[in-house]
């Protein structure tokens, strides 16, 4: 069962047990899936024969670069939220979030994204902020929807800045 699949079996399941919070969420992400779905699709009716008719058709990859989005959406929102002082709208938003973290990969840990940083340096051979680019193409792509692309910015700033 890919991904997208597994979605739209817990939309079925929060809908049984009632569950509207989790439900709420779930629909969000359909939403968000259904847009890139036609996305995908007006962009792929010359080159591709494939047409996606639902989103459980999406690569499992297509489905985490949706909801990688969703989540950095997400924590924005929060961060205005509670710099104007509205807490319920901030944790309504948090409950979707923890929703839709439970599709993500586990994350990791910032040791972990520390040595892929210090990898990817010695292998472009990076000395400033001009080279900043190169090694965030080499670690966004070993940690694809495993770690935050703003965390993996400021450890880069940080170690090419020293």
């Not at 792929?44 to 959406?73: A, F, H, I, N």
């Not at 599709?103 to 910032?110: N, R, T």
């Not at 892929?116 to 340096?121: G, L, N, P």
Request: proline share 1%; hydrophobic share 35%.
């Amino acid at each position: 069962m890919n991904l997208a699949e597994r979605i739209f079996n817990d939309m079925k399941t929060a809908m049984k047990n009632k569950d509207k919070q989790s439900l709420a969420a779930i629909r969000l992400i359909k939403g968000a899936l259904q847009k890139k779905r036609i996305e995908l699709r007006s962009s792929k009716k010359d080159t591709d024969k494939r047409p996606l008719e639902s989103e459980t058709e999406m690569t499992d990859e297509e489905v985490l670069g949706v909801l990688t989005k969703m989540v950095k959406q997400i924590k924005d929102t929060i961060d205005e939220y509670e710099s104007v002082g509205r807490t319920d709208k901030a944790e309504q938003e948090k409950t979707e979030l923890k929703t839709i973290e439970t599709y993500l990969p586990e994350q990791m840990s910032i040791d972990e994204i520390k040595k892929i940083v210090d990898d990817a340096i010695h292998t472009t051979g990076a000395a400033s902020m001009k080279d900043m680019g190169s090694v965030m193409g080499i670690v966004t792509g070993k940690t694809k929807g495993r770690a935050d692309g703003k965390l993996i910015a400021d450890l880069v700033k940080e170690k090419l800045n020293s």
